[in-house]
């Protein structure tokens, strides 16, 4: 049961449920402020803000009042989750890499603290209990970084340069415009095509655009070319009719 108790269906429902979204707007900025602050570098603030929304959106749909539960308890632990989510979706590491990762950082900040140099790989294997290899190779996951294609990389007077257009192959061709092009062709040749089907039908079967019957000349010496009235077909060497070939 929804905290606001709608009828199905009814005008007056879908009004009480928005105000509830409305008014639990503040509950969003305080699930997910941490998560603005620390956010990865592809999403904006508005982008964490917006996940956490249709967190509470969901909230507001799941909500069963007699369970005990304060609506406001419920609908946080629900944003949190579901921005959980989307991140854990967008993350290019499985979730056992990513806490290997995780692990390795805080070992190798730890031991700089206390030592005040950088570890060893026997001393990082040694705090964190993973061998040498895993400690490598979670070094390795942990120096990538995703970014947004459109993140600005240059400014001038004459615009921003967006890391997308710095990294475009101008020589290579725009699938957009490639697409464009070929429904273009399609749509122009289409039609000829079509009009060039009836005209050999009608060729073949004798009879004139106008409805009246044509006489088909016969070339002399030529009888396998020949193209009598009463041909019905016009069979090429592939054995099908000409027609048919071009239809498909």
Known sequence: MCPFAPVAGS???IVARDQVILRSAALVRHAVGHYAVHRPPILDVEDIYG???????????????SRGVKFETYAVTRIRGYLVDQLRAMDYLPRSARANV?????AVAQIEEQLGRKPAKGELAEET??????????????????VSLETVIAESDEGTLSLGRHLEDESSPNPAN?????????????PWRRCLI????????GTSTSG???RLPRISGSPHRACPSS???????CGEPLWRILAT
């Open 129 to 146: 209990g993973l061998d040498s290899a895993a400690c490598d190779r979670a070094l390795t996951d942990g120096a990538y970084r995703v």
């Open 231 to 237: 041909t019905p077909r016009v069979w090429p060497a």
């Open 11 to 13: 005008t007056v429902g």
């Open 198 to 205: 009836a005209k050999l039908r009608c060729c073949v079967s």
């Open 212 to 214: 009246h019957t044509a």
């Open 178 to 190: 490639a697409a464009e092009e070929h429904e273009l062709r399609h749509g122009i040749a289409r």
């Open 51 to 65: 996940y956490g929304t249709i967190g509470l959106i969901d909230a507001v749909d799941r909500y069963d009042n």
């Open 102 to 106: 995780r692990l390795v950082h805080s």
